[in-house]
């Protein structure tokens, strides 16, 4: 059973950073396609970003690009994500997920994660 640990949340102002950490144990396996999904009140939980634990190859949604970035550290089972240039509408819940996969291919819905953290809030102020 993986268990995802999120942290790193806060209120910032518009334009600011924020780095979430995402430290995972249990791990069954070598490979896995790590993820970062957010959820803002009153909508759809989205994918934010996902990383292959092994290539390290990542992806992003189109909203993110360009301002996030994801990174894995195996050493430490440690996934993260920075934010710059923070928008009012990344505010969200944050979640981080993980399956057993051998690439993040395609891996954009929810429902095709099993492991999912608690969650962490970011809140941007304009």
């Known amino acids: 059973q993986v268990h995802l640990v999120e942290s790193g949340g806060d209120s910032v102002q518009a334009g600011g950073s924020l780095r979430l950490s995402c430290v995972a144990s249990g791990y069954t396996d070598t490979r896995y396609c790590m993820a970062w999904f957010r959820q803002a009140p009153g909508k759809e939980r989205e994918w934010v970003a996902n990383i292959d634990t092994l290539s390290y190859s990542p992806g992003y949604a189109d909203s993110v690009k360009g301002r996030f970035t994801i990174s894995q550290d195996n050493a430490k089972n440690t996934l993260s994500l920075q934010m710059n240039s923070l928008k009012p509408e990344d505010t969200a819940m944050y979640y981080c997920?993980?399956?057993?996969?051998?690439?993040?291919?395609?891996?954009?819905?929810?429902?095709?994660?099993?492991?999912w953290g608690q969650g962490t809030q970011v809140t941007v102020s304009s």
């Open positions: 997920a993980a399956v057993r996969a051998t690439g993040c291919w395609s891996l954009f819905r929810q429902d095709l994660y099993n492991y």
